[in-house]
């Protein structure tokens, strides 16, 4: 962490009584900030709105999140920007206090160094044993209850692996451990519904927009893990890593970047700092 | 809170960069103080650190948590001690750190002030919206991936209705928002079966063992809600309750407390400061 800002002040704790601590109550955003923008803002903002919404808070004023975000990331060029909304302090008891009053948590992080090979030829993915609990009350949103992906990227530490397929308890595919999946089965783009869990992802909402304005088909829908071998061509998705061609699962090899995945990659900014 | 130990030092914050705030990333306790006794520490302490292990991280030290719990609790003859311990610090991301240095957040509550009512002429609940999601690896233990809860808590602002009680998203009888069920049907104890969803109650526990020792027969079972309306009796419990016998639901009323109900009341220290 390179500086946080805590409801505003410089500093690095939080109230331990925080609901964020106690319950996870709340939600979080990650944003790229590239040439010393904030990427695709309206879009975290507008998330997180709904998911302080669905948690039944109101979300902070968008204005002043952009001021302590502007604040923090200073003159950095390239960064991660983690922003943290819980519900704010509380008495103990699950109980939300009638009028809560927020708490803003935004920390500054370094670029993350991924080798630039990801970008051009592809990662590998292995598929988690962890499974992701069903409930469309959470689906969609980016709530800090994260045990399952803990519990899944604590699966591997071998380097050769870059992120981890999570299975729903139905055995639906849904996501990666920190992204978004799409396959392209004959031309088709194709990602998973999140209606019953998942986190619907900023970039994977782009990657959608570009493909229909490309004219490249897009579907939702459900899918198992054994419709990954019947891909051309997969990809994982998310705001920092913008778009990694998958070159080999459990199961199987791909070209990686396929061709559809090639041109969506030129449209999204993404890949390592040129 | 009257008072918290953070890491061993009193005070009242925690760093911002624990994984508690970022992902719910630990397990905690909520421990009766009663005569000035850690009640049932024993027990607590064994589900701590049967959370930690299923996690994948270390509890602390038991001596530890047992001076610190001690030294927090001082000479209160009642109160609640809240536990967390949490995976600790870390970088962004999922991944766990190799060597964790688990946090420990001792907090220190005020007895809440329930009703004698509650005791002995039992409470009234009502069924959540809210459900629970289905996850094998996350049920039984007490994490701090407590949205669920804190949604269905939100349900209700009645101070009439004292609890609600949660459905799985298969529509089966788990718990309450903070509480274990169970029903008495044809003079046998029954309770939901926790191995997909739920908080495995230390009370819980506590009455399935004294019921056998009464030669109570005592049974864990999967139930849907109209099971309710062939209950003799119904009562919920956790560690600072103890038993609240049920008067009402939304489908029927009950006489509270029941006989069975009665028996176990006598046998757990419970009730209202005498």
Redo the contacts between chains.
Sequence with gaps: ?IA?L?NGVS???????????????GV?E?VAIRDGQLELWPQHVSRLRKGCER??FAAPDCGLLAREAIQLSGNHQRA?L?I?I??GGG??????P?KPTPSR?L?L?SW?EWPDEYYSQGIRVRICN??????P??AGIK????????????EW?DPAIAEGLMLD?EGRLVEG??SNLFMVCNGVLLTPDLSH?GVAGIMREKVMEIARQRGIRCEIGRFVPSELEMAEELFLTNSIIGIWPVRRTDNGDYSAPGKITSILQKDIITGPLT
Excluded: W
Excluded at 130 to 135: E, H, I, S
């Design positions: 962490m946080a805590v500093g690095d704790s939080i109230f331990v009584a925080d609901r964020s601590v106690h319950y996870g109550d979080f990650t948690l039944g991660v983690k943290i819980s519900r008495g103990r008891g699950y109980r939300p009638e948590i920390a992080y993350p962890t499974r992701l609990g069903r409930n009350q959470l709530h800090l209850n994260r045990l399952e992906q803990v519990l899944a990227r604590s530490d308890t451990t920190m869990c």
